[in-house]
């Protein structure tokens, strides 16, 4: 499997709804910031699940969100 752009972008959509629910988040970081903060990455062509982002103190409940996200873009 190569590089998917539609299902990255539908991932890229996942985050800005899932930005857009928790309105705290406007005051911590900016949307485009949130999305970049989970690029996907290829190892072998497969999409590899994003990691925890370091530099950003991430609610628990809004990272399981992004896994979920991520799995219904890709998989």
């Known amino acids: 499997?190569?590089?998917?752009?539609?299902?990255?972008?539908?991932f890229e959509m996942k985050l800005a709804e899932i930005y857009q629910e928790?309105?705290?988040?406007?005051?911590?970081?900016?949307?485009?910031?949130f999305v970049n903060l989970f690029p996907v990455h290829y190892k072998k062509g497969v999409p590899q699940r994003?990691?925890?982002?370091?530099?950003?103190d991430l609610d628990r409940d809004i990272?399981?969100?992004?896994?979920?996200?991520?799995?219904?873009s890709f998989f």
């Not at 994003?50 to 950003?56: Q, V």
């Open 22 to 33: 928790f309105p705290w988040l406007e005051e911590q970081i900016a949307m485009p910031d």
């Open 50 to 56: 994003p990691d925890k982002p370091e530099g950003f």
């Open 1 to 10: 499997m190569s590089h998917d752009f539609i299902k990255e972008r539908q």
């Open 63 to 72: 990272f399981l969100k992004v896994l979920v996200a991520f799995r219904n």
